[in-house]
């Protein structure tokens, strides 16, 4: 949740004004300071060159100054390094500089791991160097830096010369024309007075353009409410694609405004070749994007009317308020290249517990312990699954958390061990901000130790949000860090077991009375750093230490942590949602671009507040949001608490079956969902995917933003529009692809479809080629589906052919991890033969086993018999069935163990 009920929206509400975001509450670039100026640099006036007569060559990397010819005192020096798995990194720093310039904390998963660089050729001018079969040519003056996958150029660093480092100065220098402090006389004053230490250093924001040719569009830097294709900047009134994490009440749709969340991560892609650049630095940044043939440009119209064709090009330009230069170029060549050459670099989400991929029930608030139990036993009655139940803030004390309100929650062991009874798990929330209240425990712990954030005078930072005044603990300091942990400790969180997980709200941070609703840029934190330096990372520095507190607590579970704040690299320690969205039809549309965007750029695990946070959906709204929902992989309805009672079971029974039938869809493909996340944390994919990235060469996907790969064999198209009778769907794969309903199993060509779609339908596919694991027997919770049977959904491509994983562990510890327990199964189904083998030599004595084979588009319905050979069954016969209705044959209980290698033959 977390919204203000500021009184600014009241005065619109009674005006009668629909409430929208308050964009004077935000800056846009022309307001920001920094941006406004880098902006003003016009191409092809590059100050900057490098000194190779100073070159040093490293086994792993090159070195050589860096001189701005208009100051020559900044002493620079930039790096370039070669890292493992086809990425290379340049790094600009100041040597000796007046002050250290800020590096991210937490968002690199280690140190990345170098690589040989080798130098073909080097003199005055240039120097190129190899790495694999990529290349970086440097040219010395004006500096530029040229990438090559193979003898492609596919990326090229300060091309346009809008290469920016303004570098830490005592005062400007005599008789300087500082273009910088010349164009924004305030500039140097507003920095000079707003550092905490009183030592003036003036502006010290940097910028970087890049150039990708034969790139036709860019994706990445989520979270904006926006298209998955990044459109077009500083033409048409847009502002460029801003990355400031900041708490937005109504965030608007079609927009390049910031919102929760800031992943610097860009990709380029081209029918021919994909590059990504990650931009290291978690300071302010605005990212401004020029598409050559970007559909909304009106150049791009009159290419196509004129019948002129310009090469495919994306510019792409950073610019940053502090901090160090650091970027990886990501070479590729494909978008799933690139994509796991990024989560090399920041790491995974490890495997949830089954049950956080299960269905989540929340509102701001359920009013009463009794209200939970309620709701679940509803949800019981009526035989919907569900398997979290959540506690906004209302929960708490007095928005004291680790309390609970002692008269709403007067039992919380019992609460909670009513719900655990039967298989449920509670999530609570807990916020960084901490209330400023004598006699409250962790305020006055907070004073005592000194971990409260500082401002620059060196006075404890109040600010204003849900308890009123409050202040922020120092999250980047360790001794904070560590008395922090351990209030997750049970012995000291009462009521709380190890059944409870958390939601961390908030931690953009959002400050009511904040400049821009959040934390003052002159702050200060651990270390001497100012909260502008650290701004877009301080959500993952906070989750980090809810997830080591939860490990702490529970050193047998794999945590559950929900965050709205997020960096790069925040999936090591939580999932993330699209934040307070609101019950409209849009706001629907837009959850599958966003999470795709947050998918790419390492966040898989995400979601949207299913019948939207904000106003009441209507019973058609909110049926789609159910179908659409169970497509993304965090799956939780969230309301805001104005809005009227919205949990299925309250509707009337058609609605209520439609949404039935959607829970239980979600239910039947855990064993899908399980398997991607197990895949994702060991190979790096992504687990919801576009359509470009399993089908990079064909242009007609490179706009699909309405479309969802589940891994690679579901295609999911939700409805997101009103009163539709049908939509329009493409299959990717051209005409020999197979696509086949996953309802009534029809049989799709590759191509665009007009699918008729009632009230009940979900436009969904399975590719043909694949096989799906499902557990189909309906259940009341994932915790009682751990020894489920599996069915396996064989859709048969051209070749009759088929194959897919299943992944199977204990659904909750990290014996999976640390005893190698666990299965990890390869099906393939070929010439009229189904082949079950283990893909990992491992073991896990599960009771899980097969109890159907359902095989869509076969070849010969005149089956009636299959032979199953195992070592615990020997040979025998099964009985198989054609469907006249559903084209399909159906293999009955073979009953064999997941655990052992089969062989079943059609004959
Ligand atoms: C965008 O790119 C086009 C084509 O390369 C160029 O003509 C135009 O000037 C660029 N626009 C901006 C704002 O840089
Ligand atoms: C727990 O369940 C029991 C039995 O149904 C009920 O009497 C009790 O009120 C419940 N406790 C809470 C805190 O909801």
């Not at 910088?180 to 000079?192: C, H, L, M, S, Y």
């Amino acid at each position: 949740m977390g919204r203000r009920i500021f009184l600014l929206g009241l005065v619109l509400a009674l005006l009668g004004t629909p409430l929208a975001v308050d964009k004077n509450n935000f800056k846009t670039c022309e307001q920001s300071s920094f941006c406004r100026r880098l902006r003003k640099y016009e191409p092809g006036n590059s100050v900057y060159h490098l000194d190779l007569s100073s070159l040093q060559v490293n086994e792993n990397s090159i070195e050589a100054s860096l001189v701005n010819s208009e100051v020559p005192a900044a002493n620079l020096k930039l790096h370039l390094q070669a890292v493992v798995g086809n990425i290379f990194r340049v790094t600009v720093d100041e040597v000796n500089g007046l002050h250290p310039r800020y590096k991210p904390q937490f968002a690199l998963n280690g140190e990345p791991q170098v690589n040989k660089l080798e130098v073909l050729e080097r003199n005055l001018e240039t120097v190129t160097v190899k790495c694999g079969s990529n290349k970086v040519k440097v040219t010395a003056n004006p500096l530029k830096l040229e990438f090559y996958q193979s003898e492609q150029l596919v990326a090229v660093v300060n091309g346009k010369g809008l290469f920016a480092f303004e570098h830490y100065r005592n005062k400007p220098a005599e008789g300087e024309t500082d273009v910088q402090i010349k164009d924004d006389p305030g500039a140097w004053e507003e920095n000079f007075k707003s550092h905490h230490d009183s030592k003036p250093r003036g502006p010290s924001a940097i910028g970087a353009d890049f150039s990708f040719p034969g790139s036709e569009r860019a994706y990445g830097l989520p979270e904006h409410g926006d298209y998955l294709p990044l459109r077009t900047t500083g033409t048409g009134g847009n502002d460029p694609y801003r990355l400031y994490n900041l708490d937005v009440f109504e965030y608007e749709l079609d927009s390049t405004m910031a919102t929760y969340g800031s992943i610097p991560v860009l990709y380029a892609h081209g029918t021919k070749h994909t590059v990504g650049v990650f931009w290291h630095n978690a300071a302010e940044t605005w990212v401004d994007i020029n598409n050559s043939k970007d559909g909304n440009m009106v150049s791009s119209l009159v290419n196509l009317v004129s019948g002129s064709k310009t090469e495919a090009n994306v510019d792409a330009r950073f610019m940053s308020e502090s901090g160090a230069m650091d970027f990886f170029v990501l070479m590729g060549p494909t978008p799933r290249d690139a994509v796991k050459q990024y989560a090399s670099l920041t790491g995974v989400h490890t495997l949830p517990q089954l049950f956080a991929l299960a269905y989540h029930q929340s509102r701001w608030n359920y009013n009463d312990q009794d209200d939970v139990t309620n709701v679940v036993a509803k949800f019981d009655i009526h035989n919907m699954p569900l398997d979290v139940m959540w506690l906004d803030i209302e929960y708490t004390d007095s928005k004291k958390y680790f309390t609970w309100d002692p008269i709403k929650f007067s039992q919380p062991e019992n609460m909670v061990s009513n719900l655990t009874g039967t298989g449920r798990k509670l999530v609570v929330i807990i916020d960084p901000h901490i209330k400023r209240e004598a006699g409250y425990f962790l305020h006055e712990d907070a004073l005592k130790y000194d971990f409260y954030v500082k401002n620059k005078e060196g006075n404890v930072y109040e600010g204003w949000c849900w308890p009123g005044s409050s202040s922020y603990l120092d999250v980047y300091n360790p001794a904070a860090q560590d008395y922090y942990k351990k209030l997750y400790s049970l012995e000291f969180f009462k009521g709380t077991t190890h059944d409870v997980w958390l939601w961390n709200d908030m931690n953009e941070p959002s400050v009511f009375n904040g400049p821009e609703v959040t934390m003052p840029k002159d702050m200060v934190h651990y270390g001497g750093w100012e909260h502008r330096d650290v701004h877009n990372e301080y959500a993952s520095a906070y989750i980090r230490i809810t997830h080591q507190g939860l490990l702490l607590r529970s050193p047998h579970r794999r945590p559950f942590i929900l965050t709205r704040g997020h960096f790069a690299g925040s999936q090591r320690f939580a999932a993330t949602w699209t934040g307070d969205n609101e019950a409209k039809w849009s706001h629907l549309a837009a959850s599958l671009p966003m999470c795709l965007s947050e998918a790419l750029s390492g966040l898989s695990f995400c979601g949207a507040d299913v019948g939207g946070f904000f106003h009441n959906p209507d019973p058609e709204l909110l049926q789609r949001w159910y179908q659409g929902g169970i497509w993304l992989p965090f799956f939780r309805a969230h309301a805001h608490i104005d809005t009227r009672r919205r949990e299925p079971f309250l509707y009337p029974d058609e609605v209520m079956s439609n949404i039935r039938h959607s829970l239980r869809l979600r239910y039947a493909h855990l064993p899908l969902w399980y398997t991607l996340f197990w895949e994702h944390e060991t190979t790096g994919e992504p687990v919801i995917r576009p359509l470009f990235y399993h089908y990079p060469e064909d242009e007609k996907v490179l706009d699909i933003d309405n479309t969802v790969l589940v891994g690679q064999s579901v295609l999911a198209r939700p409805v997101t529009t009103a009163g539709e009778t049908s939509v329009e769907v493409y299959l990717p794969g051209g005409s020999n692809a197979k696509w086949y309903d996953i309802e009534d199993y029809n049989l799709y060509q590759g191509g665009s479809h007009k699918v008729p779609v009632s009230l009940d339908k979900h436009v969904v596919f399975y590719r043909g080629g694949s096989i799906i694991p499902r557990k189909d027997r309906p259940r009341r919770s994932s915790t009682v589906m751990h020894n489920d049977p599996f069915t396996l959904y064989v859709a048969l491509d051209s070749n009759n052919a088929a194959s897919g994983t299943l992944y199977v562990d204990d659904y909750q510890s990290f014996e999976y991890k640390n005893d190698k327990k666990y299965l990890y199964v390869h099906f393939k189904f070929e010439n009229n033969k189904l082949t079950s083998s283990l893909i990992d030599k491992t073991d896990y004595a599960t009771e899980e086993w097969i109890e159907r084979v359902i095989i869509l588009g076969p070849v010969n319905k005149h089956v009636s018999k299959a032979k199953i050979t195992s070592k615990s069954l020997g040979v025998a016969t099964l009985e198989v069935s054609y469907d006249a209705e559903y084209k399909s044959l159906t293999i009955r209980k073979p009953a064999v163990s997941v655990r052992e290698p089969f062989t079943i033959e059609l004959v």
